[in-house]
């Protein structure tokens, strides 16, 4: 994956989670979890790195914001 970016860690409450899992399903279910309780710019691709296992999917909160409806 690339590195993290600055902006997405810039000021308190912005997060950036990771989530591996061993595939896409589960990755978006818990993705889509999360976007349940905090505003999030979701993803919808994982990516897989060669000699690794699962999966990985990468997606960034902003807890100051409640989701949208």
Do not use: Y
């Not at 279910?29 to 000699?51: C, D, F, V, Y």
């Amino acid at each position: 994956m690339k590195p993290i970016n600055d902006e997405h860690v810039a000021e308190p409450g912005l997060a950036v989670v990771e989530i591996a899992a061993a595939d896409d399903e589960t990755a978006f279910a818990i993705q889509e979890l999360l976007a349940t309780r905090w505003a999030i710019a979701s993803t919808h691709r994982t990516t897989h790195e060669p000699g690794e296992p699962g999966i990985r999917l990468r997606c960034h909160l902003d807890l100051r914001q409640q989701p949208e409806a």
